[in-house]
């Protein structure tokens, strides 16, 4: 499998299931998506939330469910039903997601930070091992990332501005990237300082030949 960032605005996602796991992989997508989740009960945690929930049996209308949704989840606590769900959305060669058996995508465990997102997964090996590795993540991914970001954006921009030529761009910016200083600034909130800086260093690869 690749890891890939998609745009899901316009796309409709079906999760079969109203327990614990289904209401954790229907939150996953609400940011973006369009989900309704299918199921016969819902834990209590579905009160309040803005998920769309029809109450029914997942065989009720599981081919129509399936054809609707461009992303089907199955996370019922009925190893059979899973089935039905998965070899369903196989047959309208559709992308599914399973509590068990067979998938072609897989929900990471995310950390999310300003400016930027990180995603782990073990491949479906270990669930245990990809939160652990979140929570080890989100303790050392602090503050100083999301604002070098912001600079890094900053300067590319001015960068495509002053310096002609592409591979120069990158090998500036990576050097800010190298520049201890620059880092000291950044993790002390000094940012116009840590600007300042970075400028003064762009002089130097203003003209340079590839």
Known sequence: ?????????????????????????????????????????????????????????????????????????????????????????MRQNKYCNSAEGISNFLIPSLVRRENYDVAVSTLGRSPAMSKYLRLRLEDSLTDEYSHMIALQEELRAMAKGRIPDQRSRERYLWDILEDESIWRKVRAGEMDQARHLAEARMVSYIGNDP
């Open 1 to 89: 499998m690749l890891p890939l960032f998609l745009d899901l605005r316009p796309r409709k996602v079906v999760v079969f299931g109203g327990g614990a796991v289904g209401l954790r992989k229907a939150n996953f997508f609400t940011e973006e998506a369009e989900v309704v989740v299918v199921s016969r009960d819902f834990a209590p945690g579905f009160d309040g939330s803005d998920l769309s929930l029809v109450q029914e049996d997942a065989d009720a209308n599981l081919d129509r469910w399936v054809a609707w949704a461009d992303f089907i989840v199955a996370a019922t606590d009925d190893h059979l039903l899973n089935e039905r769900i998965v070899n369903a959305a």
